[in-house]
């Protein structure tokens, strides 16, 4: 299953990458509405939005999309289980902020982590393992962010 969200669901959207969800977001353009529509007809993803408007506009045209209707992260992560039945296992194997699949990385290469300034000494040092984004060049690790989102996870799946 693969989705396109727009602005307003830049955060749904990450979230959606953290559980290995395909999911592209677009910034602000001009013509955004159409740019969406276009993706979400042409790589058949399933529009969401908040925009009632642009919603009817998906439908007509024969385009799967879904309004959200909640605000927060928590509901709308509910409102998208009940309507897709997506799953709630966090995965590293998207990178949360552009889309693009991420990488394990090999222990050769980790002169890529060392040039990160937010990636701290001590981790480089503990035998953490990182995920590299082939795109942007995000590294990834699972630290307490990640046992964060794990909590988070589990009190999802328990309602």
Known sequence: MKFVADRMLGRLARWLRLLGYDTLGIGKQENEDDLLLELA?????????????????????????????????????????????????????????CNSPIRRVKPAEMGLVREKDYVYPEML????????????????????????????VEKLKEL
């Open 41 to 97: 007809g042409k790589e058949r993803r399933i529009l969401l939005s908040r925009d009632e408007i642009l919603i009817r506009r998906a439908l007509k045209n024969g385009t799967a999309a879904y309004r959200v209707r909640s605000s927060g992260i928590m509901e709308q992560l509910m409102e998208l289980k009940k309507e897709f039945d997506i799953g709630f296992e966090p995965e590293m194997d998207r990178c949360s902020l």
């Open 125 to 152: 040092e503990s035998g953490t393992e990182f995920w590299i984004c082939e795109a942007c060049g995000q590294v990834y690790w699972q630290g307490k962010h990640w046992e964060n989102i794990k909590e988070r």
